[in-house]
């Protein structure tokens, strides 16, 4: 994401959004995330969730803006993030790409063709 970001990015905004753990170490564990040491648990506040998008920004080293969910959800609930997922918004905020759940339904060059017949439409 961060090479499409790179490309396009004095023609659109890209950004993150940090929503709840996938894989908590108190909730639906990961054998892949305990294997590299990656134990969180589900923060409940959100200067929790803030900190572990922090680490997560940190650690990924991500040069696309993070943003965070609130506590309450309203983004994932909102968007149907859960666990992740890809989307162009439009600039009237209209849904013009929205990719399968991550990460397996992650369609990155789906969304670079829908983001480049997007501005090609707005240059018309």
Same mark, same amino acid.
């Given at each position: 994401?961060?090479?499409?970001?790179?490309? +396009? !990015?004095?023609? &659109? =905004?890209?950004?993150?959004?940090?929503? %709840?753990?996938?894989?908590? =170490?108190?909730?639906?564990? *990961? !054998?892949?995330?305990?294997?590299?040491?990656?134990?969180? @648990? $589900?923060?409940?506040?959100?200067?929790?969730?803030?900190?572990?998008?922090?680490?997560?920004? *940190?650690?990924? $080293?991500?040069?696309?803006? /993070? /943003?965070?969910?609130?506590? @309450? @959800?309203?983004?994932?609930?909102?968007?149907? &993030?859960?666990?992740? %997922?890809?989307?162009?918004? @439009?600039? =009237?905020?209209?849904?013009?790409?929205?990719?399968?759940?991550?990460?397996?339904? +992650?369609?990155? %060059? =789906?969304?670079?063709? *829908?983001?480049?017949?997007? /501005?090609?439409?707005?240059?018309?």
């Amino acid at each position: 994401m961060d090479k499409i970001g790179a490309r +396009y !990015s004095d023609q &659109a =905004a890209f950004y993150n959004v940090y929503i %709840r753990e996938a894989h908590p =170490a108190d909730g639906w564990r *990961s !054998s892949s995330n305990d294997e590299v040491g990656i134990m969180i @648990d $589900q923060p409940k506040t959100i200067e929790e969730r803030t900190q572990v998008a922090v680490q997560c920004c *940190s650690a990924l $080293q991500m040069s696309i803006p /993070l /943003l965070v969910d609130g506590i @309450d @959800d309203r983004v994932n609930r909102a968007y149907c &993030a859960f666990p992740d %997922r890809l989307y162009i918004v @439009d600039k =009237a905020g209209r849904i013009a790409f929205k990719s399968g759940r991550g990460p397996f339904g +992650y369609q990155p %060059r =789906a969304m670079e063709q *829908s983001l480049i017949t997007l /501005l090609l439409a707005e240059q018309i």
